[in-house]
């Protein structure tokens, strides 16, 4: 039985510590979360995914009443792979400048670690209405997990009155953040020797005009701004991560794949970009292509979608937020977060953790300790508000 409540700091450096890179399972990070909840008396419910290898957990603290707090937070990170770190990643840093350096430390482990170590004093407390723990996997690959955890929350909880997701905001509340889609398109070419260029069709070659085409595209929609958001940057905007293809200098290219993706402002259609390029390909490109030879092919499968979150579904979530955090006004973000699709099951929900997003997915990334405080007195505040409501 644990009988001391780790600081959040503390529990930082024992989250960190766990490599939990999406392409890992997360369930010896899972299972400590589990057993460390158990020391404090608190039962969680494990959400496997089918494979059995990854799983969102989930918990209630307080009574089994409407009208909790959902505090959600995703426990993958992203890969430390070619990084140029200055410490080990795995092992939480601290620079005397007061930064807590670590992969996952701003994206989000901090949050979770917070939210942790609070739980003697959820416990504590005389709760009117519960507190939710909600930690997914795979949201750095899509948002993977947060749909069954989503699921079952709303089917297993007296409706929740908001969810905070903790991405780092530097505490602000966001209320606002883009659509996102993640796409990978497969080009099928035929194979030739390079001096027979004539006799084959390079997928490259073809996934290159698409690149091409992508960046004209991208072009055009930076033209298109958001009327009142204030999102940086203020379009949506197209990127593709990875090219993989080919297999000799000599040889024309038989596959290309391009794992791609976009993000759309919130309340633009989420679907315009992969439509056009759907007609696009089928239109122009992959016409041209099978002219050169008929086994020529082009396919876009969808990898992930995050809904977006529009301000005006909020409202109450982010009023109660500002209340915690003691700010007047409220964010919008181009990145996308499981928010969108705890929204999509009709409960109000912000985004508000410690850390700075210019920090997530960087070498060295860190959470300052000054945000770490922050989010202490953030939830300090929520659990009086929740002994009175
Ligand atoms: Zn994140």
């Known amino acids: 039985m644990s009988t001391r409540a780790p600081s959040s700091i503390e529990m930082l450096k024992r989250l960190v510590a766990f490599d939990t890179t999406s392409r890992n399972s997360n369930l010896e990070l899972i299972r400590y979360i589990q057993s460390y909840l158990d020391g404090f008396g608190v039962r969680s419910t494990l959400v496997p995914n089918a494979e059995g290898t990854k799983a969102n957990l989930f918990a209630t603290i307080g009574p089994e009443a409407e009208g909790g707090i959902v505090l959600s937070g995703h426990t993958d990170v992203v890969p430390v792979d070619g990084q140029p770190w200055d410490s080990d990643p795995w092992t939480l840093t601290e620079t005397p400048d007061g930064n807590l350096h670590g992969r996952g430390t701003c994206d989000m482990k901090g949050f979770i670690a917070a939210a942790l170590s609070h739980v003697p004093a959820f416990q504590n407390a005389q709760l009117k209405v519960p507190m939710h723990l909600a930690f997914s996997y795979d949201e750095e690959i899509g948002c993977l997990g947060a749909h069954s955890l989503a699921e079952r929350l709303v089917g297993s909880v007296p409706r929740p009155r908001a969810v905070i997701v903790g991405e780092p905001t530097m505490m602000g509340v966001v209320n606002a953040q883009n659509a996102g889609g993640g796409i990978v398109a497969t080009f099928t070419g035929f194979e030739a020797h390079s001096s027979m260029t004539h006799l084959g069709v390079s997928a490259i070659h073809f996934a290159g005009d698409f690149i091409h085409w992508l960046n004209e595209l991208q072009e055009e929609l930076a033209q298109r ?84 979150l529009l301000p005006q579904e909020n409202e109450e979530a982010a009023r109660l937020a500002l209340q915690w955090t003691g700010g007047n006004r409220t964010y919008a973000v181009p990145y996308g977060t499981e928010a969108g699709i705890f929204r999509g099951h009709g409960i109000p929900t912000v985004i508000c953790g410690p850390g700075d997003i210019a920090q997530a997915h960087q070498p060295n990334e860190f959470v300052a300790r000054s945000q770490m405080d922050a989010c202490d007195a953030f939830l300090r505040k929520l659990i009086r508000w929740a002994e009175t409501h």
């Open 225 to 308: 701004k958001h009327p009142h958001l204030d999102t940086v940057p203020n379009h949506t905007t197209i990127n593709v991560g990875i090219v993989t293809g080919g297999t000799a200098g000599n040889i024309l290219a038989r596959e290309c794949t391009l794992n791609w993706g976009y993000r759309t402002l919130p309340g633009d259609d989420p679907w315009e970009v992969q439509r056009r390029a759907e007609t696009y390909i089928a239109e122009l490109l992959l016409p041209k292509m099978k002219a050169r030879h008929p086994d020529a092919d082009i396919t876009l499968k969808r990898r992930s979608f995050v809904p977006g």
